[in-house]
Structure formats: C-alpha cells, structure tokens
C-alpha cells in the first residue's frame, strides 16, 4: 500500500527519491483533489515517499511529466529555472519545480514571501539557491532584473553596472534574459479529471476497501460508520497525512495489518467561529489551519488572537509546505511528538479536544496530562478526535510561542515552548500562568509547579529570577540525556523564559502605558526572532570580447547542456535506466560494530525469504577482495560500523531488504579507536608524517613579542548528494563481458582497479558508462567502485542483471564524508600584528582505511599558509587510523580545515594585539611574487586585488562602522562582519593525475559528437566542453552533442575532481577539434563560402577521417616528500569574501546578511557555470562551518543519517544580499582561454561567515567583560554561538 514512489515503476522517472522519510523535497508531486459538498478543487505539494497511495483514490497526481515536456511543451516555470541556470546536477530540480507549480496554481502571481514557504521543504546540495529564488521571482509580478531594485544597484539600471572595467570588456550583470521568457499561461494548465470529479461524487456514499496481502486499507464516509470501525480495529491507526506513522513503519518496521482513513469525513473538516473561539477538524491539515487563522486573525481585535498569532508564528517555520499541506491537526496533536511544536501552544492556550466514539462524545482538555498520555487524560482505544477548540485569548492574556532548531525553517526543534500568563485586570499580578516545553524529553512537558508558585506574584525582575530556578528545578535534563546538547537545551529553557517576561513587559506597556514602563533598550533587542529577507543576488562579470563572432559561444553564460531536461525530469540517472530483463535487486548487511571479529554468518533465515535469490559474502569473490586498501566484503573482521559484510540479491528491493533484516552475524568485539585523540594516544597512523618547513622555526619564536598556543576541532562533513550512491551491472553474457552504470566521478577506478581485479576478467571486457550523475563533491570518488564491485560479484554468481540503490540513511552510514580535523599551533608575533613564526601540527580522522587520507593530509599541510608569507614556518602533519567509516575526499580536499585552522589563530592573533583582523590579514599577506612555503613561485598580485576590490564591493569599513554602531545599541542581538583572503591551490600534485583525452566524431550530416573522460556532475562540464568544440570547429553549439561518458570511448580517464575537469578536458576537446579543422583546412579553404554541411560531404568524399581523439599530456608539477620542496601545483585560484551576520545572543540562532565574493576566476568559460560553482560552493561551505554536524554514539556508530538529524542550508540560510564579482582583466595562460578551475575554491570563502559569527560573539563577550582570547569550533551551531556568549543564564544553568 505504500508508498507512491514505488509507484513510479509505471516508469515516471522525473520524481526524485532522496530521502525517503519527507526531508528533502526531490519527490514532490502536486495532489489535485475535488470537495463534492463545496465543489471545490484543492492543490498542494506532497512528498511521494510519504505518500499511502490508497489514500489518492479519486485524487489526480501531478508529477513533473505532467507540467511540461520537451516533447509536449515545457512549462514556463521549467524554462526559466533551466534559463536562469537553476540547476546544476538537477537531482533537485523537478521537486522545485513541482513546488513551485502547486503555488502557481493557487496564486497566480504569488508575493515572495510564499515563494520562499513554498521552497522550505526542498533542498539543493548544488546551486546555493539564488539562481532558484531569481526565477521564481519572475512569477511574482515584482521587477524581473536581478532583483537588487531598491538597493541602487540594479542590474536594469545599466549604466551602474555595465561599466566598463579599467582596461578590457564591459562588466556585465546578471545571468539571464527575462525578456526571453515565455508569459504564463493559466489556460494551459490541465484541468482536474471531470471523470474524478464523478468519480468523488459518486463514491461520497461508498466505503472504500483495498486489500493487499498483508494490509487493509478502510475508507469510510461518514461518522458512524468511521466511529464502528474504531471500535471493531482500536488498534488501527487513523491515517490522514501518514508523516508520523509512515515514519514509524520506515524507520521501526512497525506493521499495521489495518488502516483507517478517515478523511472523506465531513465533521472531520470543520472550521467554525464560535462566541469564544475557533473549531477545527481534526484532519484539516497544517498548511489549511495556517490559512484559516491568517484570514481569521485580521479579522478579530487583537486581544482575542493571541494564541492564534502564537501558532501562526509555529506554523510559519514547522516543517516545510509539503509536509504542512499533508499533516493534520489531529494526527499532530495525537503523535505528540515531544518536539512538536503546536501541542505546548494549544495546552496553554486551554485547547479542547471533541472525541466521539460509538458509546457517545466527550470533551477533554488538551494538557500536559493529555500530552503525557495519562490514562484518564487521554483518548480511549476507541475514541478518536472530532475536532479541537482553540479558545480566544482575554485581554489580559499573554501568550507566546518559542521554538529553536538547528535550522530556522524545515527542522525540528532542538527545544520548543508555549508560554501564557493571564493577569488579575489591569495589574501585573499574576492569575493564572502555564508553561509547556518540548525537546526536553521524550514528551512535552510542563513546568506546573514553577507556575503554581509563582501566582499572586508581579510580573518583576525578582518573579524572573525566581521564575528561572524554579523552572531549572523542576525540568529535568539528565546529563546524559539521549539528543546531548543538555546544557544548551537547559539555557533555552530560561532564555525563552527571558524572552517572554520581556514580551509581556512590552505588552503590558503598549496596554497601559502610563501604569507600566517602557522596556529598556537593552532589552528590547531580545524581542523578536529573525525575519528572513527575501535573498538578493549580484553577479557581475566581464563580457566577452565586442569583436567576437555572436556564434561562438565561449565565455557567454550558456545555460547547463541538461538544464531543460533536468526541468522536465527527463534527465536520466543511473536509477532511472530502465529495468532490464530478469534483474535481480541487491541490499547489504552491513556491520554493526566499529571492531570485532566476524565469528560466524548465517544465510539461512534470509534464503527463506520469499524472492531471496542468494546471499553473496567475501567466499564468492572469484579474485581480489577489493584492494589492498579496502575489501569489497568484510573477511574475519570488521573495521567500522557501516562497512558491508554481505549482500542479499532478490526479484524485489523489498525482498532483498526483508532479506537482510533475517542475516544473523555473530562477532567478538575488539577495542576500537575512534577519535583523532584516541589515535594519538596509540600511536595509529596511516603512512609518514607529512612535513614542511621554511626559515628558522627558533628564531622566529625569538624575535616575537608574544607567543600563543592553542588547538582547534573541526568537524567533518556528509557530502549528502541528492543522488544516493547507484549501479546497475548487466553481464552480456559473452567473454564475462559486462555493462556497468554507475554513478561515479571515476569511470576506471571502477573498471580497472575494482571490477577487473575482483572477478578475474580483463578490463577491456568491463564497460562504464556514467551518463550524469546526482550530485558528488567528492564522495563519488572511490566509494561506488565498492559499491559496482559488491553488485559485480552478486552479477558474478547469479548470472543475472544486479540492481543496487542505496537508501540515503545507508549512503551516510557506509560512506564516510570530509575529514575531521584537530590542530595544534604555536604562533609568534609582534606587537603591531607581523607574525614571526608558527608551528603548526594538524591531524585528520581518516577512518578505517587509506582512501584518499594520504594525499588529503598531504594537501593539509601544502595548503597552510594559505595567503600568508610567514617567514618561519613549520607543519607536520598526521593522518589518524580510526575505526570510523573512510573518509575521503571532498570538494576542497582538505584545504577547508586546514585555512579555517589558519584565520583561527589569525583571529586569535588579532584579539591578543588589540588591532582589528583585517588588519592582521593584511599585514601578513602574501605581496607579488613570492615563494610558497614549498618553494613554488607564486604570483600575488591577484591576491591584494581581490582583497582590495572586496573591501570596496563590500563598502568593508563603513559597514563595520554601522556594525560596531548597532551593537553598542542591542544587548542582546549583535552584528559581526569579517573580509577572508584566499588562495587556493587548483588540481593534483603529479602530472599523470592531469592527463585527459577526447574522441570527437563528426557525421556526414554535420553533426559532432563530443566524448572526454570527464564525468558531469552538475558543474557544467558537458556544456563548457560543447562551446569549446563549437568554437574551434567553428559551428553552431546546436550542432554538438555530448552523450556519456564511457570507459569505452576514452579509456584511462582520470577522476573527475580537484577543479581542473573542464581545464584538462577541455585542453583534450580543443586538440581533437582542432586535429579535425586541420584536415578540413584543405576543403574548406577551395571552397570558402561554403557551407559546413558541404564541406563534411565533401570530407567524406575526398576519404578524409572525420573523427580524431585529443589529448592533454597534462600540467607538469613534482612535489618532493623528502626535501618538502617542488611545484605542488599548477597554478593558484584567488579571492575574497565579506560576510555580515546578525545573532541572537538568548538562542544562539544567526543570520546571514550579506556576502560579498570577489574570485579571481580570469578568462571564464561560461560565467554562468563558473558562478554557480561559486555560490553552490560558498553555501556548502556556510554549511560546513556553521550548521552540519555529524554525530556518533560513543561505540563509533553514526546517528546523523538522514536530513531529520544532519542539516545542510536551506532557502533560509543563504545571505539576504549575495553578491559575486569575477575579477575583471585576468588571465591565466597554462589553461585553455585563459580560464581557472573553481569549481572548489568557494568552499572555503564560507569560512567568512564564521567569522563575522565570531565577530559578534566577540562583541558579545567584551560587552559582558569576557576580555581575553577565546577558541570557537566548527561547525559554529546555533549550541556553540549561544554557549558562547555567556550571560547570568549560562550561569544560572551550572549553578541549578
Ligand atoms: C519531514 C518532517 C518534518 C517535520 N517537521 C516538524 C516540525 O518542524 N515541527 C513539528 O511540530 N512537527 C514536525 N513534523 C511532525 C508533523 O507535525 C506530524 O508528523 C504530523 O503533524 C502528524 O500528522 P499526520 O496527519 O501526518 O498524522 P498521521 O501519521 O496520519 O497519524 C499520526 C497518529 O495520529 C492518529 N490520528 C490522526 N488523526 C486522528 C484523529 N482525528 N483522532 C485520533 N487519532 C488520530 C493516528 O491514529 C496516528 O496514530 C515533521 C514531520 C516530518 C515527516
Ligand atoms: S524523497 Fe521524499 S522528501 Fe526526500
Ligand atoms: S541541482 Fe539541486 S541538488 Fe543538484
């Protein structure tokens, strides 16, 4: 009966599977439903994996098949979010369409506002979610530039921002034509089923019953009948928006054999206004509850609304628009869910639940007792909920609604609170008071007592006082209580209490103001939480040259080869292939321990399993077990949690995972190491130390004034493609030849060094075809290999096609993620900020294998210093061998640690002289040409560019004036702002890792077919290679075609990684094209008005090859270990960035304002993709560094799988004002036109972000007199930042 994904084998593919358990939005469809009684027709978004498909008789689905095609037409929305470079790897990108289009079709012209609502729900890992926001705007009827109207700075007003650059082209804003666009519409559009519309109409009076094997699914229409079944089923749930009990059955494998499903009942949808407040139905839904009380609250005096504009607040940030549109009340209030977050709102507010049962009605007050399911305060088996009275609020009243999570919209609570006092009229002496808390516990909670006691008293500083100790008294939080973070939760627990004794204060004041006085304006900065502005975006960029051909489409924004495809869901995965005859679905046992021996393994249970075809463990390994790094199947031990031991392969994926849930595996736990403290301790390392040195280390410390130590932690990071891993092998049945689909950034480690070596055959028998791939950062570089070998062996042994897709929470657990970092320096200085010496010893997590840790570590300690000249310098660096799953690499590799550990003490050196961090930066930075610390040349002048042009972009100085300004007049939220430099290293440390190669084919009819070996992964790499091609054959782009890439046609490619893919690929494109125009020269110059079609056929004629491969020897660098000398690189990608943020020092919750990048990309390519690079990877970073944090339980197994607990940005979390600027005049001759790889650098220019977070927390402590250095870690969550920015609270938190 669940769930509608599954349904998709009716082979609509543009419906993304992410997540599984309604977290990331990549399955949204639009459920269009008709209301016989009001005649009505209803849209709104779904999760399809959440989604009973039982519960969608007579109900249309619209998938994005449905909303336009390229062989139909394709909608506006998809060709604007193509057009407005909206996608990159285009996992995402049907989900924000289907969002997208259900708002459309309840607002035509939607405000902003529910624009960014409508998106809450949907994650994209890629683009940073500018380009999406821009192309939504154009549907608001507001401007259609790039939205910087207002801020006089609008791309539509030419002349400020079309200038012209010192001594080259004219500087361009904005990526996209809005005249281009087509006009919406609305008569278009499908119109609801008329045949559904009978069909509801006809079957308003039948009960629906489905039957499957093991489930039945009841749909009754009315009451009575609805009350009968729960008498005759009381076990059964009441299914109406599944997000709760579809989570249960997923993630706890709970089995109902009945449902029922009650939402064709008209009582059950009731919305009235009554004397004294409002009723609803219990199965209206949140998204409808939010819409009644928003129309409802304008309507009535303030005084009766207040616990309505209370939940509004709730209803605003809880979950995201899909989830909202799906989820009842009732089924809210009835899961209380200890983090939900209406249920302490409706208790204090003396809500009322109406049951009905067969035996009658009852009404029961929705409290704590009900909310801790006491017996005689809850529903009885029987009894299900009717509808709910939430009372109007009295005048005297005050109610307040508080929630904090890790992310401001789109996630749980960390703890949520609903807070009401009522005074005795007109005084401030307390009548009655309620406080409810969730997050605390396994329910929500109330401080009853704390209440209790504090009745009768005024509302003053002294109540508040002893409001907090009393309230610390009575919730518990033990220290260890499951979800951690318990000081934190603690602290909230009193700032919300702060919070509302200051909203009351307000209130009381705008009451009577004559009686009561003003809040101070110290505190009136605690009141308010963050309101989201809608994100503003610049890019600006230098146009192509005036002179150039308008055909030749290099260094033009072009938009993504897939964009309109991945629109229109057409674009094919690797899951997406269709299935193949006789294929057989795989899923893995993986261990449950970080250490152990394997003592035995028993198949038997799981070969009962109806559809179990085999278990495939290490004995059917026909030859290599993997590498020597790492096995494919675990063999007489377990090194992490996570790592497989054996597959089950049957005819279903369910199967294969009821397959799995029977393995029985018996171990004996060995002790595991798990920490990068734990590693030093027992001296565990993969290879040698890693060291460079320059200058004399001694010395240096000697001629410093000062001298300071100190360490810092930085946390790993999940990479969280949308795409889960992927493979689809398919022997050929011939020579043990073999088709392998996979989703991979490197075709031939998959082929060559895992397939190949582990079943015995030839490489020339092994076929890799990647097509494109979801999303990979570097996680997609090793890892699949693992996962093609495990199917490739399973294909081995069955003889049969082997389908594999993991689940997101298995990708998380298996494949480890960037490397956790701890480093310890010793830094030097003078007294006017010039730092003398620094010794530096940074250390990685690298798990329980190699991987790529050696090289990570190598990049590390290269990438240190990065753009500072420290004259004395030393770094040793160390790769720890733990028991945690393998990390590996990720987009930055390695230089995202090492650079933020570098503006730490750089920071800390700043505090310690007193002068300000830009200047410290500055003073230090690398100047002209200058030696790196391994003695490679290095031209700076770019460097001092950037920062010089950021400074003035970002209007640095004034704004850190506005800055210093607004904090000395808010207590309690503050400002920070921090300019970062960058230099970043492009591409590998040996030659051979760049070489490239090309196959370029020209038909008879004119048409090209480009092939390289590099894999598109959402970077635009495809799309850069055909305007190369188009450029150097001197055709139209139309007339190039890229279709996969393939071991087949480019063999030995090298991974698709370290910035430089499009660079050495596109070297190799450029020589293949060019060998072809070379032997056209001949035709083409006897006939020169001829045309290209005419030229080929007469290529074809004369028997000149019209196909030729290209190849690119690659760039020449050595790097000597020994001496810690050599060219590491090949050249150096610079930048710049200004970041402004706003936090709340009482919840630790921040903003980010604005961000200013100036990257020295030089000659691009297509602005367009470079700048998407730019943003995607600067948000990623913001993530990183201020938001992901992967947590593991002390035995070394990972409890962040999955978008509910591991949080990466979302619409919300991006800058207010995000401005990009290509330094104009810049070039880079070792590249093709000129052009720079950046594909990574922006990662790290996130680190801005935390440190203008540190500027603030340090504006904090100095006002609070914490004078002093201080360390901050990273991530710098919403936990860290308020912990940070001590206060009595804090305080009282230890003492209490
Ligand atoms: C991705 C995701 C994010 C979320 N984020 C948030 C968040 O930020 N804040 C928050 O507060 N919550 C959040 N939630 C939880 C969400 O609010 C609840 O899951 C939801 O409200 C439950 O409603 P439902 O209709 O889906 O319940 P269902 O799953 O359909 O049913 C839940 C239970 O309620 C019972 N029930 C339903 N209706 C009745 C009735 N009329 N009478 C008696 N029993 C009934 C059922 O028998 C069942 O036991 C999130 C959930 C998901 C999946
Ligand atoms: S797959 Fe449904 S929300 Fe992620
Ligand atoms: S484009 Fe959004 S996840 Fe890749």
Not at 129 to 150: M, V, W
Not at 314 to 340: M, N
Not at 716 to 736: A, I, K, W
Not at 1080 to 1091: D, S
Request: charged share 20%.
């Amino acid at each position: 009966l669940f769930s509608l994904t599954a349904a998709f084998a009716v082979r609509l593919s543009g419906t993304k599977y992410g997540c599984g358990i309604g977290g990331c939005g990549a399955c949204t469809v639009m459920i269009s439903t008709y209301e016989p009684t009001s005649k009505k027709i209803m849209h709104y978004p779904a999760n399809s994996c959440l989604l009973p498909i039982c519960s969608l008789h007579s109900s249309a689905v619209t998938t994005v098949e449905g909303v336009g095609s390229t062989k139909t037409r394709v909608h506006p929305i998809q060709e604007r979010l193509a057009k407005c470079h909206g996608s990159q790897c285009g996992f995402c990108t049907p989900g924000m369409v289907m969002s997208m289009y259900a708002l459309l079709r309840n607002h035509p012209e939607p405000s902003m506002e529910q624009i960014t609502a409508a998106l809450d729900g949907n994650l994209c890992r890629c683009t940073g979610y500018r380009p999406i926001i821009d192309t939504y705007k154009s549907f608001t009827g507001e401007t259609a530039c790039c939205q910087l109207r207002g801020t006089g700075q609008c791309c539509l007003d030419k002349e400020d921002v079309c200038s012209s650059s010192d001594k080259g082209n004219q500087m361009h804003s904005g990526l996209c034509n809005p005249e281009e666009f087509q006009p919406v519409d609305p008569t278009q559009e499908f119109i609801f089923p008329p045949e559904l519309m009978r069909m509801a109409q006809e079957q308003q009076k039948r009960t629906l019953v489905f039957r499957g094997e093991r489930t039945t699914w009841i749909s009754p229409t009315n009451l009575r009948e609805l009350l009968e079944l729960k008498a005759m089923y009381p076990k059964a749930p009441l299914i109406v928006g599944n997000t709760s009990v579809g989570l249960e059955m997923k993630r706890d494998g709970v089995h109902h054999p009945v449902f029922i499903h009650p939402t064709r009942i008209p009582d059950l949808h009731v919305v009235s206004n009554t004397n004294n407040g409002l009723v609803i139905g219990a199965a209206c839904s949140l998204a409808q509850l939010r819409d009644i009380l928003m129309k409802v609250v304008p309507e009535l005096p303030e005084e009766k609304t207040k616990i309505f504009r209370a939940l509004l607040q709730q209803l605003k940030t809880l979950a995201g628009e899909q989830i909202r549109s799906l989820a009842s009340l009732g089924g809210h209030i009835v899961s209380r869910g200890s983090t939900w977050d209406l249920n302490p709102v409706l208790a204090v507010g003396n809500s009322v639940l109406s049951l009905a049962s067969k035996d009658g009605t009852r009404q029961i007050p929705l409290n704590d007792q009900f909310l801790a399911g006491y017996e005689n305060a809850d529903l009885k088996p029987k009894e299900i909920i009717v509808s709910v009275f939430i009372p109007y609020s009295k005048k005297d009243d005050f109610v307040s609604a508080f929630r904090q999570a890790e992310r401001r919209r789109n996630a749980v609570s960390v703890v949520n609170s609903g807070m009401r006092v009522l005074f005795k009229p007109n005084t401030d002496i307390i009548m009655d008071m309620n406080i409810l808390y969730g997050g605390t516990g396994p329910i929500t909670v109330s401080a009853r007592k704390s209440c209790q006691r504090l009745i009768g008293r005024q509302w003053n500083e002294q109540m508040l006082d002893e409001a907090c100790k009393l309230v610390l008294g009575e919730i518990s939080l033990s220290p260890s209580a499951p979800g951690g973070k318990v000081e934190y939760r603690r602290t909230l627990l009193v700032s919300f209490l702060f919070k509302f004794y200051l909203e009351v204060l307000y209130g009381l004041n705008k009451m009577v103001s004559a009686k009561f006085p003003d809040l101070s304006k110290k505190n009136l900065s605690a009141l308010g939480a963050f309101h989201s502005e809608v994100p503003q975006g610049m890019q600006t960029y230098q146009d192509v040259d005036p002179v150039q051909p308008p055909q030749d489409p290099v260094g033009r924004p072009i938009m993504h080869q897939s964009g309109v495809k991945h629109a229109t869901g057409e674009a094919v995965y690797c899951n997406d292939i269709r299935a193949v005859d006789e294929e057989l679905f795989l899923a893995v046992v993986t261990s449950s321990r970080a250490h152990a021996k394997i003592v035995t393994i028993d198949v038997s249970e799981a070969l009962k399993v109806p559809g179990v075809v085999d278990v495939v463990t290490a004995e059917d390994v026909p030859g290599k077990n993997g590498t020597d790094d790492e096995q494919a199947y675990a063999k007489d031990e377990v090194i992490c949690v996570g790592q497989i031991v054996c597959a089950v392969v049957a005819e279903s994926a369910v199967q294969a995972k009821q397959g799995v849930e029977k393995m029985k595996i018996e171990y004996e736990d060995l002790e595991p190491i798990l920490t990068i403290e734990d590693a030093i301790k027992h001296n565990s390392y993969f290879g040698k130390e890693k060291k460079i040195e320059q200058g004399n280390i001694e010395e240096g410390f000697k001629s410093a004034d000062e001298i300071i130590e100190g360490e810092i932690h930085i946390g790993g990071q999940e990479h969280f493609y949308l795409e889960t891993n992927s493979v689809l092998v398919v022997p050929r049945g011939e020579d043990n030849e073999m088709d392998v689909h996979v989703s991979t950034q490197d075709a031939a480690r998959v082929q060559v060094i895992q397939i190949s070596s582990t079943l015995n055959v030839q490489s020339s028998k092994i076929m890799c075809h990647t097509k494109r791939v979801g999303g990979a950062f570097g996680g997609k570089i090793t890892k699949p290999a693992i996962f093609a070998v495990v199917a490739a062996v399973a294909a081995n042994k069955t003889g049969r096609p082997i389908r594999f897709t993991l689940e997101r929470d298995e990708d998380m657990l298996i494949t480890g993620g960037r490397h956790p970092f701890f480093g310890k320096y010793k830094v030097g200085f003078t007294n006017d900020g010039r730092i003398t010496a620094a010794d530096i010893e940074p250390y990685i997590n690298a798990g329980c294998t190699l991987d790529d840790s050696e090289m990570v570590i190598e990049y590390v300690v290269l990438k240190t210093d990065n753009a500072y000249k420290i004259p004395n310098l030393r770094i040793r660096g160390r790769a720890c061998k733990t028991n945690l799953p393998s990390n590996t690499a990720f987009r930055g590799f390695g230089f995202p640690q090492s650079g933020l550990f570098t503006e730490s003490w750089i920071t800390t050196v700043a505090t310690q002289t007193g002068l300000p961090q830009e200047k410290i930066r500055e003073i230090n930075m690398y100047k002209e040409v200058n030696l790196t610390p391994f003695k490679e040349e290095l031209d700076a002048t770019n460097l001092v560019k950037c920062w010089k042009e950021c400074m003035e972009k970002s209007e640095y100085y004034s704004r850190k004036t506005a800055v210093e300004e607004f904090n000395k007049q808010n207590y309690w939220k503050k400002k920070g702002i921090a300019i970062i430099p960058m230099k970043f290293s492009v591409g590998f440390n040996a030659t051979q890792y760049h070489q490239a190669a090309a196959l370029v084919h020209i038909y008879t009819d004119g048409s090209v077919l480009v092939t390289h070996g590099g894999i598109e992964l959402g970077q635009g790499i495809h799309t850069k290679m055909l305007q190369i091609a188009s450029r150097e054959l001197k055709v139209p782009l139309s007339y190039v075609h890229f279709c996969e890439t393939s071991t087949i046609t480019v063999p030995n490619a090298i991974v698709t990684a370290g910035s430089i893919g499009s660079d050495v690929n596109g070297k190799a494109v450029q020589n293949a094209c060019q060998i072809l125009r070379k032997r056209l020269e001949p035709i083409i110059n006897k006939n020169p008005e001829g045309k290209w079609e005419d030229w080929i056929t007469e290529a074809y004629d004369q028997s000149v090859s019209l196909s030729a491969t290209g190849y690119f020897r690659g760039y020449m660098v050595n790097m000597n270990w020994d001496t810690g000398e050599g060219q590491a690189f090949p050249y150096f990608v610079f930048g710049a960035a200004c970041s402004e943020v706003e936090i709340d020092c009482l919840t630790g919750d921040h903003k980010n304002i604005r961000t200013d990048i100036v990257m020295d990309a030089c000659f691009s390519i297509n602005p367009a993709v470079d700048i998407g690079q730019i943003e995607g990877a600067f948000v990623q970073g913001v993530g990183l560094y201020t938001m992901e944090e992967i947590k593991f339980s002390p035995e070394g197994e990972q409890y962040t799988l999955g978008p509910d607990t591991y949080k990466i940005p979302a619409v919300c979390d991006i800058p207010e004002q995000f401005r990009v600027y290509l330094l104009p005049n810049s070039r880079n001759p070792i590249a093709i036109y000129s052009a720079k790889g950046i594909g990574e650098a922006g990662l790290f220019l996130g680190c801005s972000v935390f440190f203008a977070i540190w500027d603030a927390v340090a504006a904090v402590r100095k006002e609070r007199g914490l004078t002093g250095t201080f360390t901050l870690n990273s991530p710098l969550t919403i936990e860290r930042i308020r912990m940070a920015c001590a206060d009595n609270f804090t305080e009282m938190v230890m003492v209490f």
